[in-house]
């Protein structure tokens, strides 16, 4: 495997009609993740993920995140676990 593929990284759900989101990781591996967002938009959920660097503590980027979004953090699940 190559050391881009092990770098880790947060990845950030979005439900938008929940209006919360939540962080997961570190991680180096988004796949499960976005396959599980993928079946939840086909049944027509409003919900998103991204990665986003690690760049500082998870609940500083929680707080700027919803800053600039409106949207609320949770620790609650959102979806499933992969």
């Not at 690690?54 to 800053?67: C, D, V």
Request: proline share 6%; aromatic share 10%; with cysteine.
């Amino acid at each position: 495997m190559n050391q881009e593929a092990m770098e880790k990284f947060y990845f950030f759900v979005v439900d938008e009609e929940r209006k919360a989101f939540t962080i997961h990781g570190p991680i180096t591996d988004e796949t499960a993740w976005n396959q599980e967002i993928g079946h939840l938009r086909q049944a027509g959920k409003n919900i998103r993920g991204f990665c986003s660097p690690l760049t500082g503590p998870a609940e500083e980027l929680a707080a700027e995140f919803s800053r600039v979004t409106g949207l609320t953090y949770t620790t609650e699940p959102l979806l499933e676990m992969p």
